[in-house]
T-cell receptor, first 111, second 114 residues
Framework: LAKTTQPISMDSYEGQEVNITCSHN???????ITWYQQFPSQGPRFIIQ???TKVTNEVASLFIPADRKSSTLSLPRVSLSDTAVYYC????????????FGSGTRLQVQP | GAVVSQHPSWVICKSGTSVKIECRSL??????MFWYRQFPKQSLMLMAT?????????EQGVEKDKFLINHASLTLSTLTVTSAHPEDSSFYIC??????????FGSGTRLTVV
């Protein structure tokens, strides 16, 4: 399974755009990139998933360069409620293997 | 979308007793379920993987006789922590995967052993 590296923590202010980059140098051909959000004492919540280029949904964008060795989660105009831990996961989503969580990035949004 | 219900959300038990945690997929059939454990300020650690109708596969270092996992149906998996001790106090999270659905997580169970 591809290992991921993300910043341990990030700080931001309300209304700013936040970009969290994840490195996954050993990503395999069949691997997808998925980001989850976790609030304290809750299970992880799916944010966005992609394979290559750019993916956008109602809450975030995911940028994946051509070599797929990294990815960037972009959160537009964050609010206090976006304070959470964000996990970048890489794996083959078509199989039955479990998702492996790295250390995640603890985002703190301040007023 | 796919929903996974996990109960109880929190439980306090005495040392030496057993606790059962349920994980149900509400609107899809979960062919595979996963159990994770999370200690404070740490990431999720996979404990075991269970496929419906077969024995669970445990990760290295996880005692299968202590953490009993049953996946008897396509919508229900249970984790029983037997003879719980204070060091078993943690946040337990289940995840379910269906044939045509991604990975959906339960809301977690906070176990405190006193």
């Amino acid at each position: 399974l591809a290992k991921t590296t993300q910043p341990i923590s990030m700080d931001s202010y309300e209304g700013q755009e936040v970009n969290i980059t994840c490195s996954h140098n050993n990503i395999a051909t069949n691997d997808y990139i998925t980001w989850y959000q976790q609030f304290p004492s809750q299970g992880p919540r799916f944010i966005i998933q992609g394979y290559k280029t750019k993916v956008t949904n109602e809450v975030a964008s995911l940028f994946i360069p051509a070599d797929r060795k990294s990815s960037t989660l972009s959160l537009p105009r964050v609010s206090l409620s976006d304070t959470a831990v964000y996990y970048c996961l890489v794996g083959d989503i078509t199989g039955r293997r479990a998702l492996t969580f790295g250390s995640g990035t603890r985002l703190q949004v301040q007023p | 979308g796919a929903v996974v219900s996990q109960h109880p959300s929190w439980v306090i038990c005495k040392s030496g007793t057993s606790v059962k945690i349920e994980c149900r997929s509400l609107d899809f059939q979960a062919t595979t379920m996963f159990w994770y454990r999370q200690f404070p300020k740490q990431s999720l650690m996979l404990m075991a993987t269970s496929n419906e109708g077969s024995k669970a596969t445990y990760e290295q270092g996880v005692e299968k006789d202590k953490f009993l996992i049953n996946h008897a149906s396509l919508t229900l998996s249970t984790l029983t922590v037997t003879s719980a001790h204070p060091e078993d106090s943690s946040f337990y999270i289940c995840s379910a995967r269906g044939r045509e659905s991604g990975y959906t997580f339960g809301s977690g169970t906070r176990l405190t052993v006193v």
